[in-house]
Each structure stands twice: as structure tokens, then as C-alpha cells.
């Protein structure tokens, strides 16, 4: 080598070894061993970026004694993650620790059973056995208030990380994490149903971040980048969470199953920014800690009065303040223009604003029925800040007509359309429409052409009556069969007591989706986020309704809709839930095909003299970035 090039790099090697500034040394106390509900957080330190900040991070599981707070206060920059309740208690207790952030906007803690026991609410819980681990009683306790129960009116049975007593059927529920022991128990083929304590009287955080009051003060500085990175981690996994399982097995769990750490990372990761949305990991909100705060002060577990100033932290720099992000920021007007009456075809929009969890999430949304002009499209278009939903059919026939729109999601993964016959004339088939009358709607003429072609008939071998929506001719025989809706006039009749045949047509040939979300081009290209928060709170209220239809149904009815019958309504949501998930299943909400739209294009062109391609009119981005992070 050059005697030279050789001095020049000994040099610079010398000057850079000088000028780097020492590492701050930093230890991080974990409140559970390493696995991927630390996936964050492992993956910045596996992949050095504490260290490019500056950090020194070492990184310690819990131990046996499970004193993470007292180690945290007795320790020189000690971080550490807890649980939110046991922090609420700690600082009734005056112990000087403050939370800064954290990992989870939600606890994955909760009630576990069989799903073959059928319990989905927590009405059930009266008279049972619950296994309970041994910090869990606070949970307990709070959950059975909120449902006005007492310990007496169950009998709680003292239960470790052992899923064994439910199997055996020794309890019937136990408590447990949506991320460990319900991944499992199914893993174990014993599928379960899940009561989450933060939506039934728990509400708080899970693996919080926390520092002494001393630390915060004296280096918030230090306190912000260990967030940042942190959370940089965290963004790392949500972008691709199957080598974020990997790399935490292998680097750091090597004795965990893959298959199961990839499970329960897919069900942490909707939980990483379930409150505020997307871009909020870290945030917190004051409300959820006055919330949890009052709960715990209800149920007597506190031993001095606390409000959430006395949790959170006020002292990092104004210039990186601590990321309350729903506290500091006005929620967002929204206005959602539905197209028809609020009812349980809307069950999960409905839901999730009773709830309170869009404006949680930042925004606040008005639901508007649909009036006689059903001017969906014009108004949306027209409107500042508005979303809408539409059939599919509605949108492309607005599309070509160079209205500016595009879909970005889906109720219904198929239309409810079908033809409905009384049972006794013996309908079961395409087939057996020869030689009957039906009656179809002014605006259904297309759907039973494509039923008609894809079954091999023709329209001449029957009888085709231009007819309204009514059932009338039906039940006077006028007609053996009428367009209408499964979701709809099919309970109607059922309700009734007329036992009815249905022949959807989606199952025949007829490609289309129902109730699409829609806005304008101008508002998706502006506010993407916006969109993608509305989707995010929407599909969790579709969720949260799939897991108590009927407990769903009273609420439309004693909220929304006083006038219509609560049978009615509950059996009509079981058929929604079955239309929400046709194609993709649980986990997939307001997801869409492309081939689905490719064939309703392809049928709409057939007939329309301005041909489209479904990029004219369809984003599938949103949807599936959404469905990527369900279990």
C-alpha cells in the first residue's frame, strides 16, 4: 500500500476515534421476558440504532422478584416498561415515577373461553369460575363493577400462566393475553372467545414507558431519543413484521416457537396505535389515564386521590413534546353520508360512535341517512371533509359519468341482492326459475342478466315483471319470485313467519361489493391519514359488532333506530357479518379484490358507452395496509 494513502488512514481512523463522543450508557428494564411484545424495541437495539443515537442500551428481562419500578428508581438512567395499572398504583403509593410514552394505546390482558362454551359478553361472567393470575385481581374487580356484578357473584379460582385448567374445564373463563395464551390455546387447536378488560370497565395502557421524576427533569433530552428510537423500532415491525419475529427468536428468544411469535405479533400489532390511529406510535392520551385513574379510585384501589397529571410527564422539551397527540390536536370534521336509514346494515359505523372511538381517534364524525333524493355521490363531491358508501354499481355509473370519486374500502364483500321466493314454491336453483314470474326491480335488470348468462338461461323461458321495492306481489302470488335484499325484505318474511328459498346473486355470477366507501379524489389525495384513521376505527367497530351481534342489536335499535324490531335487526346483522367477511374472512374487514372489481367492470362496460379500468375508481392501498396488521 501507499506509505501515504496508509498515514492518511491511520489518521483519520486516530481523529475519528477522538471526535466521536462517548455513549450514553442507558439501562432499559423489560416487564416480561425477550419476545416480540418487545418486538420494537429489539429490533432498534439488534440493529444498533440506540447506539447511532448515542445510547448505550442494555437491556434486561424481568427476573423473578419482578421489581421493575424499584430498580428503575434505584438505578442511574433507568428506563423501564410496565403494565398501566401497576403504575396507577405506584404512584398512589408516591413511588416517583412518571410514564412518557407507550408501547401499547390498549392492555391485551382480558377473559379467556372456549368458544365451544359459547360466552362472548361479559353478562355471562354471573355464577362462573374464573381462573385469575395472581396481580390480577385489581383487573378483575374493576371489570366486575363496571358490569355491576360482585366478587361474590363469581368464584375466582387462583390460576398461574397455565392454560390446562380451561381445557380440562376446571374454570370456565381465564384470565389471560390476547397475544400469549389465547395464540395458545389455539395453537393448541382449542379456539377461544375473547373478552378485552379495556373495553368492559379496564381502560388503560400496556407496557408503558417510564422514567423517574429525577431523570425526566434532569434529561428529558436523553428520555425523547430513547421514544424516538423506540419507536423507530416499533415502525421497523409494522413494515415488515415476519422478519421482525424472526429476528427475535433468533437473536434474542431462541427457545420460543416461530410460528408462534409471528402469531402473536399479528395480534399486537393493531394495539400498537389502536387509539389515535396511524403515526401515533408512542401517544397517550390524558383522558384514558383520568379514565383509568377515576376507575381504580371507584373501586377503592387507591390509597390517595391522583388525577392523570400525577402519571404523565410535563417535562420534556417544548420542542419534542410528549406525544398526547389527541390531546393537543382538534378532532377532525367528518361528515359520512350513508345510503340508506341507520339500521344494521351500518352496525360497526354505529357501534364505533356510540363508543366514543372515532372521536378517540381524532375525529368527529357525523353519520347522515339518506334522504328521497339519493344524491350520495353529489354531496360527498360537493362537501368539505366527507365520506360516503355506495353499491358498487352507484359508484362506477358516477365514475363514468366523470364524477371524481374513488373507493377505498368495503362494508359488504358481496351484494345482498338476490332473488326471494316463498319455500313452498320450490325455488332452490337458477333452474328452477323456468316458466316462473319474477319480479325485479327498475334497477336489478342487470344483476339477473349476468344470473341468467352465468346459469345458461335465457330471459324468454320466464316471465320478468318491472316491480318496486315491495312484497307485496310476492305474498299474493302475483309474482313466484321478487328481487330483494338477504339482509332485508328476505328477514322481513322470515320474521314474519313466511319461510323463504334465497338465491343471492353474488353467488351466481353477479361480481359487485356493497356499502363501498368512497370520497372525493381531491380529499383522499389531501388527507390520506384522515381516511386511513376512519377505515382503522370503522373495521374495529365491525369486529367489536361480530363478537356480540346481539348485544350490537340492541344498541341500533335503542339508539339509532327505536322504530324498527329488534328481531328483525339482530338476525338481519348475523347476515351483514357473514356478507363482511365473504371473501377475506375475520381479520380482512373493508378489504376488496381486484378480480372482484375486474369482473363488475367488465360487466358494467358491456353496457356503458364510457368504457373504465378499475384504477379509474378503486384504491385498494388503505384496505389491505389496514387488513396486513390483523391477526
Known amino acids: 500500500m501507499n506509505p501515504l494513502r496508509l498515514l492518511t488512514l491511520m489518521l483519520a481512523s486516530a481523529f475519528a476515534a477522538v471526535a466521536a463522543p462517548p455513549l450514553t ?24 440504532w440506540y447506539r447511532e443515537a448515542g445510547l448505550d442500551v442494555t437491556l434486561l428481562p424481568v427476573d423473578a422478584d419482578n421489581k421493575v419500578l424499584e430498580r428503575v428508581v434505584a438505578g442511574t438512567n433507568w428506563v423501564g416498561c410496565i403494565d ?58 374493576l371489570v366486575l363493577a363496571a358490569q355491576g356484578l360482585k366478587p361474590a357473584d363469581v368464584t375466582l379460582v387462583p390460576s398461574e400462566h397455565d392454560v390446562s385448567p380451561l381445557i380440562r374445564g376446571d374454570i370456565d373463563f381465564l384470565q389471560g393475553y390476547l397475544i400469549d395464551e389465547a395464540v395458545e390455546l389455539e395453537a393448541r387447536g382449542h379456539p377461544v372467545n375473547f373478552l378485552p378488560y379495556d373495553e368492559y370497565g379496564f381502560p388503560g ?35 415488515d413484521p415476519a422478519t421482525a419475529a424472526q ?65 404523565v410527564t410535563d417535562a420534556l422539551p ?53 334522504d328521497g333524493g339519493m344524491k350520495m355521490v353529489e354531496r360527498v363531491v360537493a362537501g368539505t371533509n366527507w365520506l360516503g358508501c355506495a353499491e358498487s354499481g352507484v359508484l362506477l355509473a358516477a365514475r363514468a359519468r366523470g364524477a371524481p370519486i374513488r373507493a377505498f374500502a368495503t362494508m359488504l364483500q358481496g351484494s345482498p341482492m338476490s332473488l326471494i321466493s316463498k319455500k313452498t314454491v320450490g325455488i332452490t336453483q337458477p333452474a328452477d326459475l323456468i316458466g316462473k314470474k319474477l319480479g325485479i326491480h327498475p334497477d336489478g335488470q342487470q344483476a339477473l342478466d349476468i344470473l341468467l348468462q352465468h346459469s345458461g338461461l335465457r330471459r324468454d323461458q320466464m316471465t320478468v315483471l318491472e316491480k318496486p321495492h315491495d312484497l307485496s306481489p310476492l305474498l299474493s302470488g302475483e309474482c313466484d319470485a321478487v328481487q330483494g335484499y338477504l339482509i332485508d325484505e328476505a328477514v322481513s318474511l322470515e320474521t314474519r313467519g313466511v319461510p323463504v328459498n334465497i338465491l343471492p346473486f353474488h353467488r351466481h355470477g353477479y361480481a359487485a361489493y356493497s356499502q363501498v366507501y368512497f370520497t372525493s379524489d381531491a380529499f383522499l389525495a389531501r388527507h390520506p391519514e384522515v381516511v386511513e384513521t376512519f377505515l382503522n376505527v370503522a373495521n374495529r367497530g ?60 367488465t360487466a358494467f362496460n358491456a353496457a356503458s358507452p364510457h368504457p373504465l379500468k378499475t384504477d379509474d375508481l378503486v384504491e385498494f392501498r388503505i384496505a389491505d395496509k389496514l387488513a396486513a396488521t390483523q391477526p
Open 318 to 370: 417544548p420542542s419534542a413534546p410528549i406525544p398526547l397527540i389527541a390531546e393537543m390536536r382538534p378532532p377532525v370534521p367528518l361528515t359520512f353520508q350513508l345510503d340508506w336509514k341507520p339500521n344494521a346494515q351500518f352496525a360497526g359505523l354505529l357501534l364505533a360512535q356510540e363508543k366514543g372511538w372515532f372521536r378517540e381517534a381524532g375525529l368527529d364524525v357525523t353519520f347522515l341517512p339518506v
Open 25 to 48: 450508557p442507558v439501562t432499559f428494564q423489560l416487564d416480561w421476558k425477550f419476545n416480540v411484545q418487545f418486538a420494537g424495541i429489539l429490533t432498534a437495539h439488534a440493529r444498533g
Open 542 to 601: 365491525w369486529r367489536a359488532a361480530a363478537d356480540d351481534i346481539p348485544g350490537t342489536a340492541r344498541l341500533i335499535v335503542h339508539r339509532f333506530a327505536p322504530l324498527l324490531d329488534l328481531p328483525y335487526q339482530e338476525k338481519s346483522l348475523e347476515k351483514v357479518i357473514e356478507l363482511m367477511r365473504l371473501e377475506t374472512g375475520p381479520g380482512g374487514e373493508g378489504r376488496m379484490k381486484r378480480d372482484t372489481w375486474d369482473r363488475a367492470m
Open 205 to 239: 395502557y400496556s407496557q408503558v414507558y417510564v422514567a423517574t421524576e429525577t431523570m425526566l427533569r434532569s434529561n428529558p433530552g436523553l428520555v425523547r431519543r430513547i421514544l424516538d428510537i423506540s419507536n423507530r423500532g416499533w415502525r421497523e415491525v409494522l413494515r
Open 247 to 311: 429476528l427475535v427468536v433468533s437473536r434474542y428468544s431462541p427457545d420460543y416457537d416461530l410460528a408462534q411469535q409471528r402469531a402473536s405479533l399479528a395480534r399486537l400489532l393493531p394495539l400498537l396505535t389502536r387509539e389515535s390511529g396511524p403515526d401515533s406510535l408512542g401517544s397517550m392520551r390524558l383522558a384514558t389515564w383520568q379514565a383509568m385513574v377515576e376507575s381504580y379510585s371507584r373501586a377503592g384501589l387507591t390509597t390517595r386521590p391522583l388525577s392523570a397529571s400525577d402519571i
Open 84 to 141: 398501566g395499572g401497576v403504575l396507577v398504583a405506584a404512584r398512589a403509593q408516591g413511588v416517583p415515577v412518571r410514564a412518557f410514552g407507550t408501547m401499547l394505546q390498549g392492555t391485551p390482558n382480558g377473559l379467556l373461553s372456549l368458544k365451544s362454551r359459547g360466552f362472548t359478553q361479559p353478562s355471562q361472567l354471573r355464577g362462573k369460575r374464573i381462573g385469575v393470575h395472581a396481580d390480577g385481581n385489581r383487573a378483575i374487580d
